[in-house]
Antibody, heavy 116, light 107 residues
Framework: EIQLQESGPGLVKPSQSLSLTCSVT?????????WSWIRKFPGNKMEWMGY???????NYNPSLKSRISITRDTSKNQFFLQLNSVTTEDTATYYC?????????WGQGASVTVSS | DVQMTQSPSYLAASPGESVFISCKAS??????LAWYQQKPGEANKLLIY???TLQSGTPSRFSGSGSGTDFTLTIRNLEPEDFAVYYC?????????FGAGTKLELK
Protein backbone atom coordinates (compact mmCIF):
# COMPACT_ATOMS: atom_id res chain seq x y z
CA GLU A 1 0.00 0.00 0.00
CA ILE A 2 1.40 3.35 -0.98
CA GLN A 3 1.85 5.96 1.73
CA LEU A 4 3.06 9.53 1.49
CA GLN A 5 4.25 11.64 4.40
CA GLU A 6 5.07 15.33 4.38
CA SER A 7 7.67 16.75 6.74
CA GLY A 8 9.33 20.08 7.32
CA PRO A 9 9.29 23.22 9.45
CA GLY A 10 5.90 24.35 10.63
CA LEU A 11 6.98 27.98 10.89
CA VAL A 12 8.82 30.04 8.31
CA LYS A 13 9.70 33.72 8.43
CA PRO A 14 8.56 36.09 5.70
CA SER A 15 11.02 36.45 2.79
CA GLN A 16 12.64 33.10 3.62
CA SER A 17 12.23 29.80 1.81
CA LEU A 18 9.76 27.08 2.66
CA SER A 19 11.13 23.56 2.24
CA LEU A 20 9.12 20.38 2.58
CA THR A 21 9.89 16.72 2.02
CA CYS A 22 7.51 14.03 0.84
CA SER A 23 8.61 10.53 1.78
CA VAL A 24 6.98 7.77 -0.25
CA THR A 25 6.69 4.15 0.83
CA UNK A 26 5.06 1.29 -0.98
CA UNK A 27 5.86 2.61 -4.45
CA UNK A 28 9.04 3.71 -6.23
CA UNK A 29 8.75 7.26 -7.52
CA UNK A 30 10.68 6.40 -10.70
CA UNK A 31 8.37 3.51 -11.59
CA UNK A 32 5.70 5.66 -13.10
CA UNK A 33 3.21 8.36 -12.15
CA UNK A 34 3.99 11.97 -11.52
CA TRP A 35 4.27 13.47 -8.05
CA SER A 36 2.47 16.64 -7.07
CA TRP A 37 2.30 19.30 -4.42
CA ILE A 38 -1.04 20.88 -3.56
CA ARG A 39 -1.86 23.34 -0.81
CA LYS A 40 -4.98 24.31 1.10
CA PHE A 41 -5.26 27.82 2.42
CA PRO A 42 -7.11 28.87 5.56
CA GLY A 43 -10.69 29.09 4.34
CA ASN A 44 -10.27 25.83 2.40
CA LYS A 45 -9.25 27.03 -1.06
CA MET A 46 -7.07 24.39 -2.71
CA GLU A 47 -4.27 25.19 -5.15
CA TRP A 48 -2.34 22.80 -7.38
CA MET A 49 1.29 23.90 -7.15
CA GLY A 50 3.17 21.64 -9.54
CA TYR A 51 4.63 18.22 -10.14
CA UNK A 52 7.75 16.26 -10.87
CA UNK A 53 7.42 13.40 -13.29
CA UNK A 54 8.74 9.88 -12.81
CA UNK A 55 11.50 10.85 -15.25
CA UNK A 56 12.39 14.02 -13.38
CA UNK A 57 10.80 16.73 -15.49
CA UNK A 58 8.79 19.40 -13.74
CA ASN A 59 5.79 21.60 -14.37
CA TYR A 60 4.58 24.41 -12.17
CA ASN A 61 1.53 26.55 -11.66
CA PRO A 62 2.28 29.80 -13.50
CA SER A 63 1.16 31.74 -10.45
CA LEU A 64 4.17 30.31 -8.61
CA LYS A 65 6.61 29.76 -11.43
CA SER A 66 9.25 32.22 -10.31
CA ARG A 67 9.30 31.00 -6.71
CA ILE A 68 8.79 27.24 -6.81
CA SER A 69 11.11 24.30 -7.28
CA ILE A 70 10.26 20.61 -7.05
CA THR A 71 13.13 18.15 -6.91
CA ARG A 72 13.68 14.57 -5.86
CA ASP A 73 16.12 12.12 -4.32
CA THR A 74 15.48 8.79 -5.97
CA SER A 75 17.84 6.97 -3.60
CA LYS A 76 15.61 7.94 -0.70
CA ASN A 77 12.33 7.74 -2.65
CA GLN A 78 11.55 11.31 -1.69
CA PHE A 79 10.56 14.44 -3.49
CA PHE A 80 10.78 18.00 -2.27
CA LEU A 81 9.09 21.37 -2.45
CA GLN A 82 10.92 24.64 -2.17
CA LEU A 83 9.01 27.90 -2.25
CA ASN A 84 11.08 31.05 -2.12
CA SER A 85 10.36 34.55 -0.85
CA VAL A 86 7.35 33.46 1.17
CA THR A 87 4.78 35.87 2.58
CA THR A 88 1.96 35.43 5.04
CA GLU A 89 -0.22 34.50 2.06
CA ASP A 90 1.75 31.25 1.77
CA THR A 91 0.39 30.09 5.11
CA ALA A 92 -1.36 26.82 4.26
CA THR A 93 -1.49 23.09 4.69
CA TYR A 94 0.79 21.51 2.10
CA TYR A 95 0.02 18.12 0.62
CA CYS A 96 2.05 15.79 -1.52
CA UNK A 97 0.25 13.36 -3.77
CA UNK A 98 0.74 10.74 -6.43
CA UNK A 99 -0.48 11.79 -9.83
CA UNK A 100 -0.44 14.87 -11.95
CA UNK A 101 -3.96 15.38 -13.19
CA UNK A 102 -5.66 12.91 -10.90
CA UNK A 103 -4.19 12.47 -7.45
CA UNK A 104 -4.99 8.97 -6.24
CA UNK A 105 -2.88 8.91 -3.08
CA TRP A 106 -2.21 11.79 -0.71
CA GLY A 107 -0.23 12.55 2.37
CA GLN A 108 -2.02 13.83 5.44
CA GLY A 109 -0.64 17.32 4.96
CA ALA A 110 1.87 19.56 6.69
CA SER A 111 0.74 22.82 8.19
CA VAL A 112 3.08 25.74 7.50
CA THR A 113 2.67 29.17 9.00
CA VAL A 114 4.55 32.15 7.63
CA SER A 115 5.09 34.62 10.40
CA SER A 116 7.82 36.71 11.93
CA ASP B 1 -7.49 29.56 -15.46
CA VAL B 2 -10.65 27.45 -15.33
CA GLN B 3 -12.76 28.59 -12.41
CA MET B 4 -14.66 25.89 -10.55
CA THR B 5 -17.76 27.02 -8.70
CA GLN B 6 -18.93 24.50 -6.14
CA SER B 7 -22.21 24.65 -4.24
CA PRO B 8 -23.44 24.56 -1.62
CA SER B 9 -20.48 25.42 0.56
CA TYR B 10 -22.21 23.83 3.52
CA LEU B 11 -24.76 21.05 3.72
CA ALA B 12 -26.42 19.44 6.73
CA ALA B 13 -28.02 16.03 6.37
CA SER B 14 -28.90 12.89 8.32
CA PRO B 15 -27.77 9.30 7.80
CA GLY B 16 -29.93 7.60 5.23
CA GLU B 17 -30.63 10.78 3.27
CA SER B 18 -29.34 11.64 -0.20
CA VAL B 19 -27.35 14.76 -0.99
CA PHE B 20 -26.30 16.51 -4.17
CA ILE B 21 -23.23 18.71 -4.65
CA SER B 22 -22.86 20.85 -7.72
CA CYS B 23 -19.70 21.89 -9.51
CA LYS B 24 -19.70 24.29 -12.44
CA ALA B 25 -16.73 25.05 -14.65
CA SER B 26 -16.13 28.44 -16.25
CA UNK B 27 -15.59 26.74 -19.62
CA UNK B 28 -16.22 23.31 -21.02
CA UNK B 29 -13.92 20.71 -19.50
CA UNK B 30 -15.48 17.72 -21.27
CA UNK B 31 -15.54 15.06 -18.55
CA UNK B 32 -12.15 15.86 -17.02
CA LEU B 33 -13.53 16.21 -13.54
CA ALA B 34 -12.65 14.50 -10.28
CA TRP B 35 -14.23 14.46 -6.83
CA TYR B 36 -12.24 14.11 -3.62
CA GLN B 37 -13.20 13.50 -0.01
CA GLN B 38 -11.27 15.18 2.79
CA LYS B 39 -11.49 14.26 6.47
CA PRO B 40 -9.45 15.68 9.36
CA GLY B 41 -6.38 13.62 10.12
CA GLU B 42 -6.84 11.41 7.07
CA ALA B 43 -5.38 11.42 3.60
CA ASN B 44 -7.63 12.84 0.92
CA LYS B 45 -9.42 10.23 -1.15
CA LEU B 46 -10.04 10.29 -4.87
CA LEU B 47 -13.68 9.21 -5.17
CA ILE B 48 -14.63 9.73 -8.80
CA TYR B 49 -12.81 10.64 -12.01
CA UNK B 50 -13.83 11.27 -15.59
CA UNK B 51 -16.96 12.83 -14.15
CA UNK B 52 -18.63 9.54 -13.34
CA THR B 53 -16.13 6.70 -12.96
CA LEU B 54 -15.79 5.38 -9.43
CA GLN B 55 -12.24 5.00 -8.19
CA SER B 56 -11.50 1.53 -6.89
CA GLY B 57 -12.78 1.27 -3.33
CA THR B 58 -15.38 4.01 -3.63
CA PRO B 59 -18.73 2.75 -2.32
CA SER B 60 -21.52 2.49 -4.87
CA ARG B 61 -23.68 4.98 -2.94
CA PHE B 62 -21.44 7.65 -4.50
CA SER B 63 -22.11 8.66 -8.08
CA GLY B 64 -21.03 11.42 -10.39
CA SER B 65 -22.71 12.89 -13.41
CA GLY B 66 -22.34 15.66 -15.91
CA SER B 67 -20.09 16.84 -18.69
CA GLY B 68 -19.08 20.10 -20.25
CA THR B 69 -19.56 22.69 -17.54
CA ASP B 70 -22.05 21.19 -15.09
CA PHE B 71 -21.33 18.30 -12.77
CA THR B 72 -22.99 16.72 -9.75
CA LEU B 73 -21.79 14.48 -6.98
CA THR B 74 -24.61 12.42 -5.48
CA ILE B 75 -24.35 10.49 -2.24
CA ARG B 76 -27.33 8.24 -1.59
CA ASN B 77 -28.23 6.67 1.72
CA LEU B 78 -25.64 8.61 3.70
CA GLU B 79 -23.47 6.66 6.09
CA PRO B 80 -21.85 8.19 9.21
CA GLU B 81 -18.41 8.01 7.58
CA ASP B 82 -19.55 10.20 4.67
CA PHE B 83 -19.59 13.40 6.71
CA ALA B 84 -16.56 15.22 5.35
CA VAL B 85 -15.50 17.96 2.97
CA TYR B 86 -15.84 17.30 -0.76
CA TYR B 87 -13.92 19.01 -3.54
CA CYS B 88 -14.25 18.93 -7.27
CA UNK B 89 -11.18 19.39 -9.48
CA UNK B 90 -10.79 19.92 -13.20
CA UNK B 91 -7.89 18.31 -15.00
CA UNK B 92 -8.78 19.45 -18.50
CA UNK B 93 -5.98 21.99 -18.60
CA UNK B 94 -3.19 23.33 -16.46
CA UNK B 95 -3.22 24.85 -13.96
CA UNK B 96 -5.52 22.22 -12.53
CA UNK B 97 -8.06 23.93 -10.33
CA PHE B 98 -10.36 22.99 -7.48
CA GLY B 99 -13.76 24.02 -6.29
CA ALA B 100 -14.01 25.78 -2.94
CA GLY B 101 -15.27 22.68 -1.16
CA THR B 102 -18.55 21.53 0.35
CA LYS B 103 -18.66 20.68 4.03
CA LEU B 104 -21.19 17.92 4.67
CA GLU B 105 -22.20 17.91 8.32
CA LEU B 106 -24.45 15.79 10.43
CA LYS B 107 -27.86 17.38 11.00
Amino acid sequence: EIQLQESGPGLVKPSQSLSLTCSVTGYTITSGYDWSWIRKFPGNKMEWMGYISYSGSTNYNPSLKSRISITRDTSKNQFFLQLNSVTTEDTATYYCARGRRLMDAWGQGASVTVSS
Amino acid sequence: DVQMTQSPSYLAASPGESVFISCKASKSISNYLAWYQQKPGEANKLLIYSGSTLQSGTPSRFSGSGSGTDFTLTIRNLEPEDFAVYYCQQYYEKPYTFGAGTKLELK
